[in-house]
Every structure is written in structure tokens, then in C-alpha cells.
């Protein structure tokens, strides 16, 4: 039991991480772009701009929204799931391959290159 509370207790810790660094991520998007959701914080900067339909901002800030919603009810469900009575191996095995998997689609939806492969293999299929 003492190792599935510690992949539990792991796991919880890098999909935590990732949800506090994931505003840091929109943020330094949204400066580097200078595209902003309102006049405050674009006031002051050369070039700024408020736009709400910027698509790679959109797409990090929607990223950003469906880990919250999903990783915390994730979160107490491995806790749940290691202390049911599983096996070791399986409840390792399910939790660490659902973490990869969510992290995994923060890639996907963060990085541009990754997108723009994506892109140009999809056109390249049409």
C-alpha cells in the first residue's frame, strides 16, 4: 500500500505543479504577443492591444481551464483509487500513465512548433 500512496503522492505533486505554472505561461504569452483582456493591463505598454480572440492565446488560456478541470477531481481520485484495495502495479501503472497523458496535452497545447508540425502534416494529408 506504502507504494501507490507514494505515486499518488508524486503524481498529485507534478500535476499540481503544472496547474500553478500554467498562468505563468498565458502571462508571458500574452506579453510577448501584446495582446491583453483588458485596458489596465494594457495600458502603458508601445503596441499593446485588448483582444479576446487571439488563437494562441485562446488555445493555452482553454488548456489551462480544462486541467482545472480535471486534474483536481483527478487528484482525489488516485488517493481514493490507492487506498481501495487495488493492486500496486495496476494503480502505479493507471495513475502514472494518466499523468504522462495529461501532461503530454500541455505540450500539445503550449507549444507552437508542435502545433504548427501538426498543422503542416494535416495539410500535407488534405
Not at 495582446?35 to 493591463?41: G, Q
Not at 508601445?46 to 488560456?61: L, S, W
Not at 502514472?96 to 501532461?103: A, F, G, H, N
Not at 502545433?115 to 494535416?122: A, D, I, K, Q, S
Request: hydrophobic share 50%; net charge neutral.
Amino acid at each position: 500500500a506504502y507504494i501507490k500512496v507514494v505515486a499518488a503522492v508524486w503524481w498529485s505533486t507534478i500535476l499540481l505543479l503544472k496547474l500553478a505554472t500554467f498562468p505563468l505561461i498565458v502571462g508571458s504569452t500574452r506579453m510577448r504577443r501584446k495582446v491583453f483582456a483588458n485596458d489596465e493591463d494594457a495600458g502603458g505598454r508601445e503596441g499593446a492591444q485588448v483582444k479576446y480572440t487571439d488563437v494562441v492565446i485562446e488555445r493555452r488560456r482553454r488548456a489551462h481551464l480544462n486541467d482545472m478541470e480535471n486534474i483536481i477531481p483527478f487528484i482525489g481520485l488516485i488517493f481514493i483509487y490507492a487506498i481501495s484495495g487495488a493492486g500496486n502495479a495496476g494503480c502505479v501503472t493507471l495513475v502514472s500513465q494518466i499523468s504522462l497523458l495529461l501532461e503530454l496535452f500541455t505540450l500539445w497545447s503550449t507549444l507552437e512548433q508542435f502545433v504548427n508540425l501538426v498543422e503542416l502534416l494535416h495539410g500535407l494529408l488534405d
